[in-house]
């Protein structure tokens, strides 16, 4: 079975996105899903705020993912930035129960379920902008 694309939508709360990403990673963790779940900030910044951050990430880029996530939030108190969150679940084809569990379950989460959320199935006309857009991500 192909992966699905769940995108999450957080606006301007980074505090509420990275709640999420710490929920994601506890789950990861607890089923032990290291390689089925696989999530990516994608942060537009405002048009002054983008060339101070652009500079700073450009920086910062070699660090680990960790450390991208937190200097997105150092720069100019992540005031105008739009958050989004893209989660990949790729479950093989004997585990389509288990993705369907999936993608019922984490929408309906806390952090997940009050901000806007699009789930993105294979053969959907979005699914291949989404892909090479979750690729291109760090």
Do not use: Y
């Not at 983008?50 to 100019?76: L, N, P, Q, V």
């Amino acid at each position: 079975m192909a992966h699905s694309f769940l995108i999450f939508d957080f606006g301007t709360d980074e505090e509420a996105a990275q709640q999420a990403r710490h929920k994601l990673e506890g789950w990861k963790q607890g089923f032990r899903l290291d390689k089925k779940i696989l999530l990516k900030f994608d942060r537009e910044e405002a048009d002054g705020a983008a060339e101070d951050s652009g500079e700073e990430a450009a920086k910062h880029s070699k660090g680990t993912k960790k450390s991208a996530a937190k200097s997105g939030k150092s720069g100019k108190d992540g005031a105008g930035a739009r958050v989004r969150l893209l989660v990949r679940l790729d479950f093989s084809d004997h585990e389509k129960l288990s993705h369907q569990r999936w993608l019922d379950r984490i929408p309906a989460e806390e952090p997940f379920k009050s901000v806007d959320s699009e789930v993105i199935r294979p053969g959907e006309s979005d699914f291949e902008e989404t892909e090479e857009h979750f690729n291109s991500l760090e």
